[in-house]
């Protein structure tokens, strides 16, 4: 299309048919008609106009730099605008933000540096579609429900009525100022029951309003012809305020009538409440509020005594005693209670046992650490290299070539000689002295135990009591009892310190001294003791190992009683007194792992009374149970004595495992071993896998035929170099009898276990031997042949027993685990400007960032572009100023010039009149 | 005196013999002119003049024969007798580099008479100084001469350009060496001379072996001496270049065996064969074979040598078998041994014994390296297996600790021996058999022959039972056989070297941090026997016990 823009819009206006050649006047008539007929007519001018506009108008829109794109690359329809490649309109969206701009920013900008101002609240004042009528209507009823809204339907002092009232041209719409009484309700109605108040009338009091309107409409329809309507209207209304009035009196009267009633009520409450709670004491009436004025002390005025009460009152309730106290319980709820706290106790027991976490016990930790382990060790493709502790074994034994060719690597060999059990007992007495400077830094801040109700607490406690004296009495003052034991001790701290004090004391009597001691440092006397009384139990731990040393036959129930006592404060102290047995452990496995004494013997025993043994682990227990096993494992015993601590340490381990019956493959070794070396006659072949030692000359019995059995004692325990044939036969004799008797007792423990019966086939068989061989028979005395063919026979019962019991092993009923895929993942619709990533915190960063960049140069940009208007703004301002201002300017010089040009006038023109005169004259 | 000759001429070998011949009457005379000049004057002060004397002019040549005779008078005065010796060192380390002592064939009668009788007071003088040798103050200052005329007969004793090794001289000291009662003495010769020269080490060892073939009975001091000797060569040279140590000068060519590593290394061969054709003691032997890895076999250019020894020793039984078997395996992969039923003897040696014994470590990691392969027979590998957790069961916990990871590893490797854990009864009878009678343990634990214990078909009930070992972590590893096999597998190395003091103290290296758990029950009674008629049961320990509460 050729031409000028002005030609080609002309014709597409001719082509629109906007304009055209020009019309008659009937033509125009005839259109407008038309128009009118299809009002859409006008729109489609509109359309076209605007069409046309557009076309005229290239930078309307923002397009594709290149154009559209091509139908391939795209699956959008192509009619669609986006497919026609229209990004945005410039021009429109300027003129969106010009105009929001102007509304907003410019308003600001005037506002600026101005300050108050009304602000035009009312509703729609703004709002062109509304009609003033809406407007009106619509304020209306805002206005009522406002006010609806604040007044309660029987709030009575609410006589300001004013505001909800329809008010006519500023007057309101009832006249009744002249009452003097805004009070106006429908209860004044005259025809109302009086003193009715209740929600049940409403409905009959509506009725009843319906019904006096409709009369009030009849009465008006008939007044309606006379001319005093006006005052007819106010003497009904006169009425109706009237009765609304008298009916309000009533309602007063009645009210007072019920606060007096109330009155007297409250008058008569302190009896009602002594009647109502019998067993609370009668408070003094001061106290229950009544209304009778406060007895004032004299001396002071009210406000300081009501102080002093509000004083009284918070510090009874800040008293503990205020608290309620827990009823008291019957018998059978403590019964119940006790039953549950050890069904507790024994529920966490079996967790230990089983190895489970405990919460609250010291085993949390490093029990989640295995878990996490394990945890690791289930993950498959988590190959991280081996932890070496994995397993919680140590770093092993340190790699010593040399010396294990030498021989000194005397671990797991056989060949130790036998000095060091003599050696042991001598280092034992030096380094119990030395133990008790250790372990100075322990902390001593562990919780006191539930004060359980032993004897020992009691007895601490009554003493105490009894004692009273004592602990009033100058500390000089010291008192012997009947037994030659003073009543106060100083409380050991080391073990010296002990033998110290307790120099005077029989040792039988020692119990007595350390529960005085115990009840001379209680901790509740004194901050300090708690320390004090801690070291003590260590202390006390030194010295049952040092009696043990020393016993002697008739201090064991000393010692059990020292025990008892370690265990009661180890319930105070469980760290001090772990530490104390771990110590001695520690001496024992530096000193003489192989060579115990007797007070190892009976801390090792104290150990398994104080701690529960049945643990899966045990700080203090496991440690003593592998110095027990490593005795018997290692021990080659030389001596009648080395074989009688075995046989207490047999006995002991197999104690520690009566509960968790865990298998000690060592106590097997050791017995099996002890029989065979001690049996009168060589077994004819082994019996077994488990190692034999070659018995010394000399250890096996013989001749013992008239032998009484007897129990072995902790005097066999010690080294005797010079026994009598007898003394030595009966000490073997009862050496055998106790094994057979551990063996007996160690297959009652263990018949459960899987491999029970490989495990005491040997033992049947050696028993066999020594019971029925002919050499041993002629050898032993015939009760213990007995005892060893009886106890052969049980443990066969149990062996056929557990041969039935046996069932093949299923040890992987696992679920099967799912085996790790390694196929790639594939995106179905995978877009190269989108990222996958598999990362997700680090995909939604990144998005964060992309949005925050986003944001940012938008922001930017419309500061920009507020920038240019507010510039455009203030200039445009500054225009129109110099425009007035030049207007101004020139009104004025116009102003003086023609105030000059008629004085110049004036001057020209009387200057003539002179010059006229002058001629004249 | 000529009975003392003869003596040493029998030890110095044939040729001596023949020159002594020759000169015999030369020498008679001068003797007895020596005689009359030394009867009077104290010793001491004419040796430094005699010395002198000789240093002057070939005149005095006799008093050599003074000095010598001086020397032998060991037993008299052994100080003047050593003084003599270090006048005669002196005088033949200026004789020698003269040429006194060489034979030319251009020289005159005279001459070579006096050269003649020169060597042969030069032999009656090593005879001397080897005697000193058993001489506990003097023995090692007389060692020093004696390597002092070694070095300097070497280099001077012919006329030929290179050293040539006085082999019989040195062979006396040698002998005179083992068989001195001196400690100190051997001590000395090992550290400066046989570890510090590489030369002297291959001339010693050449000695040692023939000493060693050449004597009838070998007291078994000396034995016992070599022995120590041998096991104290421990630093082989890696190669020929690495000798570079020469007390005499190095010789020139290339191809002398002193410069060869493998003739170095055949002498100390040749000597540990010549020592073992004697026999060792049961000790011995053990050290030998702990020590054959590092110190023994490294010196055999062929150790198939070896073989019988070793063999010998695996078939002994015991700890020697034990110690035997890295020699024999060796033998096996290096040198093509073919030892028969490998696997049944190994089997054998899983006596009750190795679990406790302190080359248990030593054995398992061999153990790893034979059942290693996985084409073994998985029956063979089960009775292993089933082997190992019966000796288990009698087994100290840092042996369990090793032995169930590796389980956890052959199971791995042989599938088939999973059974062993996990066995399911297929079909109704068997099941119905099994609930009424039990069952036995199909293993035979006396069969000798791993492929016939039928192992396989049994289970391993010991592992189980151990899972509840009383030391936590004892149990703890063993629980891993039945627990799902997602480890790959275990390295061993972390489980071998455990040991009761070991385990002690991973444990007692745990501070104690949280209180301990306390048995809420107070006893009533410990070591006393409960009353009669009571309810409370008295403890295993008190019936057991008799803590003298009855008395």
């Known amino acids: 299309m050729a031409g000028s823009q002005l030609k080609r819009l002309k014709a597409s206006l001719r082509e629109q048919g906007i304009i055209g050649p020009q019309q008659s006047k009937k033509q125009k008539r005839k259109n407008a008609e038309q128009l009118r007929a299809q009002p859409d007519k006008r729109l489609q001018r509109h359309e076209a106009l605007a069409s046309i506009r557009e076309q005229f108008n290239p930078f309307q829109f923002k397009t594709n730099a290149r ?15 986006a497919a026609m490649a229209i990004k945005g309109r410039p021009g429109l969206s300027k003129a969106k933000s010009e105009e929001k701009r102007r509304e907003t920013l410019l308003v600001e900008l005037q506002r600026r540096n101005k300050v108050g101002g009304l602000i035009d609240r009312r509703f729609g004042e703004d709002d062109p579609n509304l009609s003033l009528e809406d407007k009106m209507i619509e304020r209306y009823t805002r206005e009522q429900m406002r006010n609806h809204k604040k007044s309660s339907m029987f709030d009575l002092e609410d006589d300001d009525e004013s505001a909800g009232r329809l008010t006519h041209m500023g007057k309101p719409l009832f006249d009744d100022e002249e009452e003097g009484d805004g009070a106006h309700d429908d209860f004044d109605e005259e025809d109302l029951p009086s003193g009715d108040e209740s929600d049940t009338s409403r409905a009959e009091r509506r009725r009843l309003k319906r019904l006096r309107l409709e009369e009030a409409a009849a009465e008006q329809e008939e007044e309606d012809g006379q001319p005093e309507r006006k005052k007819t209207k106010k003497e009904i209304y006169d009425e109706i305020i009237a009765k609304s009035k008298l009916h309000r009196y009533e309602r007063q009267a009645a009210k007072e009538e019920d606060n007096e009633l109330r009155q007297e009520l409250d008058k008569a409450l302190p009896e009602l409440q002594a009647l109502l709670f019998q067993q609370r004491p009668k408070e003094p009436s001061k106290e229950t509020g009544a209304p009778e004025p406060p007895l004032v002390i004299a001396g002071k005025d009210k406000a300081t005594v009501d102080k002093e009460y509000d004083i009284e009152v918070k510090k009874l309730a800040a008293d503990k005693r205020a608290q309620p106290a827990e009823r008291t319980k019957t018998e059978e709820e403590k019964a119940k209670e006790e039953a549950e706290r050890l069904k507790e106790l024994e529920e966490k027991r079996l967790k230990r046992m089983r190895g489970e976490a405990v919460e609250e016990s010291e085993e949390e930790e490093s029990e989640e650490e295995k878990d996490e382990k394990k945890d690791d060790a289930h993950d498959p493709f988590q190959a991280e290299p081996e932890d070496e502790d994995e397993f919680g074994l140590g770093k092993g034994v340190k790699y010593r070539p040399t010396a294990t060719e030498l021989g000194l690597d005397d671990e797991d060999d056989f060949l130790i000689d036998d000095d060091l059990v003599a050696s042991g007992s001598d280092l034992e007495f030096d380094s119990d002295d030395m133990e008790s400077e250790e372990s100075d830094d322990e902390a001593s801040g562990s919780e006191s135990g539930d004060d359980e109700d032993d004897e020992f607490v009691k007895g601490i406690l ?35 310190e002990l033998l110290e004090a307790f120099k005077g004391v029989d040792v039988t009597k020692h119990p007595v001294a350390v529960q005085r001691v115990r009840a001379l440092y209680h901790p509740k006397l004194d901050s300090r003791n708690k320390e004090k009384l801690g070291r003590f139990s260590e202390v006390l731990v030194q010295h049952v190992a040092y009696l043990g040393d020393r016993f002697e036959s008739n201090w064991f129930p000393t010692l059990e009683s020292l025990s008892r006592h ?137 001749g013992a035929r008239d032998t009484a059995v007897r129990q072995l004692n902790c005097n066999d325990c010690l080294p005797q170099h010079s026994l009598s044939p007898a003394d030595a036969a009966s000490l073997k004799v009862a050496i055998v009898s106790t094994i057979t008797a551990v063996l007996k007792s160690a297959a009652e423990t263990w018949h459960g276990l899987s491999a029970f019966h490989e495990t005491f086939t040997p033992a049947v068989t050696v028993l066999q031997h020594l019971a029925t061989s002919p050499k041993s028979t002629s050898n032993l005395p015939s009760q213990l042949t007995t005892k060893l063919s009886s106890t052969a026979t049980s443990l066969s019962h149990l062996l056929a027993l557990s041969r039935l019991s046996r069932r093949a092993l299923e040890l992987h009923q696992h679920r099967p685990l799912a085996i790790r895929t390694f196929v790639p993942k594939f995106e179905d619709s995978f877009d190269p400007d989108k990222h996958y990533d598999p990362d997700r915190e680090r995909a939604e960063l990144a998005r964060l960032r992309a949005e925050h960049k986003r944001e940012r140069k938008g922001a930017l940009r419309e500061l920009r572009k507020d920038a240019k208007f507010l510039q455009r703004e203030t200039l445009r301002i500054k225009k129109a100023k110099d425009e007035a201002y030049e207007k101004k300017f020139k009104r004025i010089i116009a102003e003086i010039q023609g105030e000059e040009g008629h004085a110049a006038k004036e001057y020209e023109r009387e200057k003539a009149a002179r010059k006229r005169k002058a001629r004249r004259g | 005196m000529a009975s003392a000759e003869s003596d040493k001429a029998t030890m110095a070998g044939k040729r001596k013999r023949q020159e002594n011949g020759e000169v015999s009457k030369k020498r008679r005379k001068s003797d007895a002119g020596d005689s009359d000049k030394t009867t009077h004057t104290t010793i001491t002060e004419t040796i430094p003049r005699l010395e002198a004397e000789i240093q002057e002019s070939r005149k005095h040549y006799n008093n050599i024969a003074t000095l010598v005779d001086l020397a032998q008078k060991l037993d008299e005065d052994p100080k003047v007798a050593f003084a003599a010796c270090e006048a005669l060192c002196r005088t033949f380390l200026r004789l020698l580099p003269a040429g006194a002592l060489i034979k030319r064939k251009d020289a005159s009668e005279k001459d070579t008479t006096v050269t003649n009788w020169l060597r042969d007071r030069l032999v009656d003088y090593r005879g001397a100084l080897v005697a000193l040798l058993s001489n506990k103050k003097l023995a090692i200052n007389a060692l020093t001469l004696a390597m002092a005329m070694v070095k300097a007969e070497a280099r001077h004793l012919t006329d030929r350009p290179e050293p040539v090794f006085p082999r019989h001289f040195f062979a006396d000291i040698i002998a005179a060496i083992l068989e001195s009662p001196v400690d100190t003495l051997r001590d000395y010769f090992t550290t400066n001379f046989i570890r510090g020269y590489d030369d002297m080490r291959f001339y010693t060892f050449e000695a040692v072996a023939t000493y060693l073939t050449q004597r009838e009975n070998v007291d078994d001091q000396t034995r016992d001496i070599v022995f120590d000797l041998l096991l104290s060569m421990d630093d082989v040279p890696a190669s020929s270049e690495a000798l570079d140590k020469f007390f005499i000068e190095p010789p020139q060519k290339k191809k002398h065996p002193l410069r060869s590593i493998i003739q170095h290394k055949k002498q100390v061969q040749e000597a540990w064969l010549a020592l073992m054709h004697l026999g060792l003691s049961k000790a011995q ?68 014994d190795m679990l406790h014994s302190k080359h248990r470590s030593r054995f398992f990691r061999l153990l790893d390296t034979f059942l290693g392969s996985s084409h073994l027979p998985a029956v063979l590998v089960a ?78 009930w010991e592992i189980v039972q151990l899972q509840s070992h009383y030391h936590p972590n004892v149990a703890t590893i063993a629980k891993i056989i039945s627990e799902q096999f997602t480890k790959q597998a275990y390295n061993m190395e972390d489980f071998l070297d455990h040991s009761y003091g070991s385990l002690m103290e991973a444990e007692m290296n745990k501070e104690v941090k949280k209180p301990p758990v306390v048995e809420f029950m107070i006893p009533k009674r410990i070591f006393t026997k409960a009353p009669p008629g009571s309810e409370e049961s008295d403890s295993l320990l008190v019936s057991l016990w008799d803590f003298g509460s009855s008395s």
């Open chain 2, 285 to 352: 032997r053990k050290k030998v074979l702990g020590a054959m890895a590092t110190t023994v076999a490294p010196w055999f250019t062929q150790p198939e040598l070896l073989m019988d020894f070793l063999t010998d020793c695996y078939n002994t039984g015991g700890s020697t078998s034990l110690l035997a078997l890295s020699g024999v395996f060796y033998l096996i992969q290096e040198r093509n041994l073919d030892y028969p039923e490998f696997y049944t003897k190994l089997y054998s040696l899983l006596d009750a």
């Open chain 1, 462 to 496: 009554s003493e105490a009591v009894t004692k009273d004296a004592v602990f009033r009495a100058p500390e000089n003052r010291k008192g012997d009892d009947e037994n030659g034991i003073p009543y106060t001790f100083p409380c050991p701290q080391s073990h010296d």
């Open chain 1, 67 to 81: 154009g559209p794109k091509f139908e391939v690359t795209t699956n959008k329809p192509v009619g669609d605008k």
């Open chain 1, 566 to 702: 370690i265990h009661s404060l180890a319930k105070s102290f469980p760290i001090e007194v772990a530490k104390a047995y771990r110590a001695h452990i520690q001496k024992i496995t530096d000193d003489r792992p192989l060579g115990l004494t007797v007070g190892d013997l009976v801390i090792l025993t104290a150990i398994g009374t104080t701690f529960p043994t049945s643990d899966h682990f045990h700080q203090v227990v496991t440690p003593a149970m592998l110095a027990i096993a490593r005795y018997l494992g290692q021990k080659i015993p030389q001596a009648l004595s080395d074989y009688a601590t075995g046989a207490y340490l047999s006995i002991l381990a197999l104690q520690y495992q009566s509960f968790a019956k865990r298998y000690v493959p060592e106590l097997m070794n050791f017995c099996l071993n002890t029989l065979c070396s001690l049996a009168p006659e060589k077994l004819p072949e082994r019996p077994g896998f488990f190692p034999i030692h070659e018995s010394v000359a000399g250890i096996r019995i013989s």
């Open chain 2, 383 to 460: 009775s292993f297996i089933k082997r190992l957790a019966r000796l288990a069961l009698n087994a100290p916990p840092s042996a369990i600790v090793a032995i169930v990871p590796w389980f956890y590893n052959l199971f791995k490797k042989h599938p088939l021996t999973t059974f062993m854990m996990h066995r399911v009864p297929r079909t109704q009878e068997e099941r119905e058999r099994l609930e009424s009678e039990g069952m036995d343990d199909p293993f035979l634990p006396n069969e000798p022959d791993p492929m016939e214990t039928r192992a396989i078909d049994s289970c391993l």
